[in-house]
């Protein structure tokens, strides 16, 4: 299951006002907790074997899924985690970084990886345009929707 997916699953369950969503296949497990229409209580891909895990804090879900946000006052647009992991840069420590400040990217290009469970996800821009600032440093956690770059959009 990649990214798109479970931000499907998040919008059919706003759609279908469902406050749980739960999903096991052979060595995979996610569990989906909604609260109200901004609150998402938990997005957790776990391993089938694991423990149940408590709830990180409400974060606000995204207005547009596969959209990057738009940042009011300079009109950059901002490309945001959509998950909790750990925030790479490269695909590993001794390659080089998939984009740099004045990099162009476009919806398909790769701007990082996000490690969450041990599964590596890789996260493309969805938007077209020049990288005008990297707000997240490499190797650190990040939160579900967290703004990891900036954008200008072409």
Do not use: W
């Amino acid at each position: 299951m990649d990214i798109k997916d479970i931000k499907k699953i998040v919008e059919l369950m706003k759609e279908h006002d469902l406050t749980k969503f739960e999903l096991e296949e052979e060595a995979f497990r996610i569990a989906l907790v909604r609260g109200s229409e901004d609150e998402v209580k938990m997005v957790s891909p776990l391993p089938a074997a694991a423990p149940s895990m408590p709830a990180p804090a409400p974060a606000p879900a995204p207005a547009e899924p596969a959209a990057p946000a738009a940042s009011a006052d300079d009109g950059l647009v901002e490309i945001k985690s959509p998950i909790v992991g750990t925030f790479y840069r490269s695909s590993s420590p001794d390659s080089e970084a998939f984009v740099g400040v004045g990099q162009q990217v476009d919806k398909d290009t790769v701007v990082c990886i996000i490690e969450a469970m041990k599964v590596m996800n890789e996260i493309k821009a969805d938007v077209k345009g020049v990288i005008t600032e990297i707000l997240v440093e490499n190797a650190t956690p990040v939160m579900f929707d967290q703004p990891l770059f900036k954008v200008k959009p072409q």
